[in-house]
Nanobody, 114 residues
Framework: QVHVVESGGGSVQSGDSLRLSCAAS????????MGWYRQVLGKERELVAE??????NYAESVKGRFTISRDNAKNTVSLQMNSLKPEDTANYYC?????????WGQGTQVTVSS
């Protein structure tokens, strides 16, 4: 019942910026959490940033560089990523928690070269 679509990934140089966007659609009565996770091949998916009830939570590795923001009216969440580093290279997934449960997007690749 919930569809999640990410956009905004790409290939950049170290120090550059990117903005990821995620939109949730469907019959949503309650949108409890929107967030971003990332995964590198062979490793576990890890939290990047999330918003729950107006409270934000960031991974230590991105604090001060990434900013998550949410538009409640549009059911969208964005991730502004500044000062990107090669270690930020990963597939980034949007996660939403609604009245129907947890739904993940298909992922968008971010590649940062030095």
């Amino acid at each position: 019942q919930v569809h999640v679509v990410e956009s905004g990934g790409g290939s950049v140089q170290s120090g550059d910026s990117l903005r990821l966007s995620c939109a949730a659609s469907g019959i949503i009565f309650r949108l409890n959490l929107m967030g971003w996770y990332r995964q590198v091949l062979g490793k576990e998916r890890e939290l990047v940033a999330e918003i729950r009830g107006g409270v934000t939570n960031y991974a230590e590795s991105v604090k001060g560089r990434f900013t998550i923001s949410r538009d409640n009216a549009k059911n969208t969440v964005s991730l502004q990523m500044n000062s990107l580093k090669p270690e930020d290279t990963a597939n980034y997934y949007c996660k939403v928690e609604t009245n129907w449960g947890t739904t993940w997007g298909q992922g968008t690749q971010v590649t940062v070269s030095s």
